[in-house]
């Protein structure tokens, strides 16, 4: 069975650090695209990263532009959110999620846009942020 599961959310401070993990099981990842997604109590949801399993291009919201980073591990068949210089406005719940397209472009693009039915997703892990 095809599963998503999100650890590595917790409590920091601002400045701080953490690296989200999303490990993909009962499937091997080849050309899929996964994104990291966060929401926010009261708001909506918001595409923070994406990354095209295959040839590793990405995409990053530009509220986390230089601090955020996307990345994948074939071995583990994982893919890493690491998050540094975190603000208080970085809380929320993240989830990671898999488009099983094939075209890179259009996944890319459908899944940085926020707005695409992904295909799979994790339950999420929650990024609390405050002093």
């Known amino acids: 069975q095809l599963q998503l599961v999100e650890s590595g959310g917790g409590s920091v401070q601002p400045g701080g650090s953490l690296r989200l993990s999303c490990v993909v099981s009962?499937?091997?990842?080849?050309?899929?695209?996964i994104g990291w997604f966060r929401q926010a109590p009261g708001k909506g949801r918001e595409a923070v990263s994406c990354?095209?399993?295959?040839?590793?291009?990405?995409t990053y919201a530009d509220s986390v532009k230089g601090r955020f980073t996307i990345s994948r591990d074939r071995t583990k068949n994982t893919v890493y959110l690491h998050m540094n210089s975190l603000k208080p406005e970085d809380a929320a719940v993240y989830s990671c999620?898999?488009?099983?397209?094939?075209?890179?472009?259009?996944?890319?693009?459908?899944?940085?846009?926020?707005?695409?039915?992904?295909?799979?997703w994790g339950k999420g892990t929650l990024v609390t942020v405050s002093s």
């Open positions: 990354i095209n399993f295959s040839g590793g291009t990405t």
């Open positions: 999620a898999m488009d099983v397209g094939r075209d890179a472009i259009l996944t890319l693009g459908r899944c940085s846009s926020g707005q695409y039915a992904m295909d799979y």
């Open positions: 009962g499937y091997t990842l080849d050309y899929e695209t």
